[in-house]
């Protein structure tokens, strides 16, 4: 069957770029977060992002970012959204996204993992487990990757989220070896007993602790999504589902005929253009993760909009290359505020942006009450049933109207 409007979606999450904080943001005590607004003071009206402004980035605020003044006639349609799901990591808001929120909280660790658990671990490794607390994953790898180096012992982590998180120094513990004990781990944390959102391998290299950097051999190990996503729908239906960067991890593969994992957001950017290039009809779903891992967890609103500018850059090659039945879709996770104190993730909305060379039209898509009214949007494209939340704006997009 023909799609509606668009043969080819782009979707692309800039992780953990969130706009303000959103109406629940008091249950998690995140009350003032403004990823995009205090990223924007930090630069004291020096942050050039003129594609995004062009989209409608401060157009879709209350406060425009400074040095981003809203735009008259913005290219297309601008917005937010809100999340439903109980948490605020990158599993939440994806699945959600994608129809499927996480409507009962998983288990979070804010004293640590329990001992069976912990013991488990060690026998099945060899190995002994240390750290054991929620921590900054550079911050622990600072104070017992030495150690590591010295003994071979496992550094366990986590952080506010549902994850539990295994930091190994690649030369002690092979990326290999590391995969196989975060796969186990992954086994014993699919309920009903532990319920954990992400095992996430994170190798390291370097000599010392002053010289210790995390690799792009990350992995995720998610929970397999506890039912059926926008991603399955489509597949099923036969429209291609292209994953690009951790979106193959956090839907664990399911309903994503190719994945390509990103080395760094500009790579990821690589992959975008090479998509870009194909024939195809389908859904085209990207995460650009350094906004997340490298900037906001470390708070650094500095490097935070420098990735902005250059990720910004890349999106000038991507609006001139879409084709006229091409629609790009930008949106968020969650936020991430380097302003704000801590190192976890902010409730946040998100902005929604969206633009096609076809649309006759611009406006605001106002403050949509789920993340799910994406995947909506897309289903309804591809002429597929919505069986799950979310509201498609797929009529808006289209509008024709007097000339904008
Ligand atoms: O501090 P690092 O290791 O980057 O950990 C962060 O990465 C996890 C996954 O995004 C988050 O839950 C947060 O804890
Ligand atoms: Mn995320
Ligand atoms: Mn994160």
Same mark, same amino acid.
């Given at each position: ?15 953990s ?16 977060a ?7 003071e ?10 995004? =402004?062009?989209? +409608? ?12 003044? $809203? ?13 439903v ?6 599993? %939440? ?22 001992? %069976? ?10 190995r $002994? ?7 900054? +994953? ?14 071979? %012992? ?19 513990? &092979? ?30 290299v ?14 995720? !190990? ?5 039912? =059926? ?15 690009? +960067?951790?979106?193959?991890?956090? !839907?664990?593969?399911?309903g ?7 080395? &760094? ?8 253009d ?11 779903f990207?995460?650009?993760v350094?906004? %997340?891992a ?7 609103p500095? +490097? ?23 629609l ?8 991430n505020?380097?302003? !704000? ?33 994406f ?13 799950a939340i ?15």
């Amino acid at each position: 069957m023909e799609p509606k409007a668009y043969h080819r979606i782009f979707g692309i999450v800039l992780d953990s770029v969130g706009t303000g904080a959103a109406p629940d943001a008091n249950l998690f005590n995140d009350q003032g977060a403004d990823t995009l607004g205090h990223v924007g003071e930090a630069y004291q009206g020096e942050l050039k992002i003129p594609n995004l =402004q062009r989209m +409608g980035i401060s157009n879709l605020r209350e406060h425009e970012i400074l040095g981003v003044p $809203k735009v008259n006639r913005p290219l297309g349609y601008y917005g937010t959204m809100q999340e439903v799901s109980a948490g605020k990591d990158s599993m %939440d808001g994806h699945w959600e996204m994608m129809g499927l929120p996480v409507t009962k909280p998983l288990d979070t660790f804010p004293h640590g993992f329990p001992d %069976d658990l912990i013991k488990k671990i060690e026998s099945f490794s060899g190995r $002994k487990v240390i750290g054991n607390r929620p921590e900054s +994953g550079t911050k622990i790898i600072a104070e017992l990757g030495e150690q590591q180096i010295e003994t071979g %012992d496992l550094i366990v982590y986590t952080s506010g989220d549902s994850v539990l998180q295994i930091a190994a120094h690649e030369e002690v513990i &092979s990326v290999k070896e590391l995969y196989r004990i975060c796969e186990y781990v992954r086994s014993l944390v699919n309920g009903p007993t532990y319920t954990i959102g992400r095992v996430i391998a994170r190798p390291y290299v370097g000599p010392d602790k002053a010289h210790f950097v995390r690799t792009a051999n990350r992995h995720d !190990f998610t929970l397999a999504p506890i039912g =059926q996503t926008d991603l399955d729908y489509l597949n099923e239906a036969g429209i291609q589902t292209i994953g690009i +960067g951790k979106i193959n991890d956090i !839907f664990s593969g399911h309903g994503i005929s190719i994945g390509y994992h990103n080395e &760094s957001n500009m790579d990821g950017m690589d992959h975008v253009d090479e998509v870009m290039k194909k024939e195809f009809t389908g859904f085209c779903f990207t995460n650009l993760v350094d906004f %997340d891992a490298m900037y906001g967890h470390r708070r650094n609103p500095i +490097g935070f909009g420098k990735a902005l500018m250059d990720f910004d850059k890349r999106l000038g090659t991507v609006l001139k290359s879409l084709r006229e039945n091409d629609l790009l879709m930008i949106t968020a996770d969650h936020g991430n505020d380097p302003g !704000f104190r801590g190192t976890d993730h902010t409730r946040e909305r998100v902005p929604l942006l969206a633009y096609s060379p076809s649309m006759k039209m611009n406006g605001n898509l106002g403050n949509r009450q789920t993340f799910a009214d994406f995947g909506a949007t897309v289903l309804d494209n591809f002429n597929l049933k919505n069986h799950a939340i979310g509201t498609s704006f797929l009529e808006e997009l289209v509008r024709t109207g007097e000339v904008k």
